[in-house]
T-cell receptor, first 116, second 114 residues
Framework: KAGVTQTPRYLIKTRGQQVTLSCSPI?????VSWYQQTPGQGLQFLFE???????NKGNFPGRFSGRQFSNSRSEMNVSTLELGDSALYLC???????????????FGPGTRLTVL | AQSVTQLGSHVSVSEGALVLLRCNYS??????LFWYVQYPNQGLQLLLK??????LVKGINGFEAEFKKSETSFHLTKPSAHMSDAAEYFC????????????FGTGTRLTIIP
């Protein structure tokens, strides 16, 4: 069974631009979560989607948004990029939503975003 | 609110020695607990998971962890360290009632000394 895939793997943008990252979950998984990982802040939760609905959201500004499609694929968008948005963005999928017996999260390799 | 504390951001052990990575949790309800490992330039890989069944959980690569409610701990151990164990390890907690997100600790970087 194929794992979680994220595209692109690497991205370089400049301040003020916007970016869209994509995540394809493991087949059959309906929950997708996004995390931002930086050396200073560690792993921070962005949001979780289950069956196209946002279940939970972390403490990030409105510039960070996401969505999930009917095939469970998910995208996250960051508008008006800032230097501090440079990070590894990780996507994780699970059969069921976080906090259930089927919520073991499987992570993709991440997208490394660099903002210049 | 739930939280996880990992004691020691960096741990070094000699090859063949015992690996002990510490994790303490805070949760208002009996939690689900996880250990993940991250190798350089890669995503996180699940090592093991506790979901209120057996308190001693065995994972991949020879790792295991014991849930101790009285100590609110979920420490990760491996009897004999291997060079390939060098990585960053994250403990995480979730609420079985689905009220909160998966919360990660700050991570422990494990270095293996030849």
């Amino acid at each position: 069974k194929a794992g979680v895939t994220q595209t692109p793997r690497y991205l370089i943008k400049t301040r003020g631009q916007q970016v869209t990252l994509s995540c394809s979950p493991i087949s059959g998984h309906r929950s997708v979560s996004w995390y931002q990982q930086t050396p200073g802040q560690g792993l921070q939760f962005l949001f979780e989607y289950f069956s196209e609905t946002q279940r939970n959201k972390g403490n990030f500004p409105g510039r960070f948004s996401g969505r999930q499609f009917s095939n469970s694929r998910s995208e996250m968008n960051v508008s008006t990029l800032e230097l501090g948005d440079s990070a590894l963005y990780l996507c994780a999928s699970s059969l069921g939503p976080v906090g259930t017996g089927t919520d073991t999260q499987y992570f993709g390799p991440g997208t490394r975003l660099t903002v210049l | 609110a739930q939280s996880v504390t990992q004691l020691g951001s960096h741990v070094s052990v000699s090859e063949g020695a015992l690996v002990l990575l510490r994790c303490n949790y805070s949760s208002s309800v009996p939690p689900y607990l996880f250990w993940y490992v991250q190798y350089p330039n890669q995503g996180l890989q699940l090592l093991l998971k506790y979901t209120s069944a057996a308190t001693l959980v065995k994972g991949i690569n020879g790792f295991e962890a014991e849930f101790k409610k009285s100590e609110t701990s979920f420490h990760l151990t491996k009897p004999s360290a291997h060079m390939s164990d060098a990585a960053e390890y994250f403990c995480a907690v979730s609420d079985p009632f689905g009220n909160e997100k998966l919360t990660f600790g700050t991570g422990t970087r494990l270095t293996i000394i030849p």
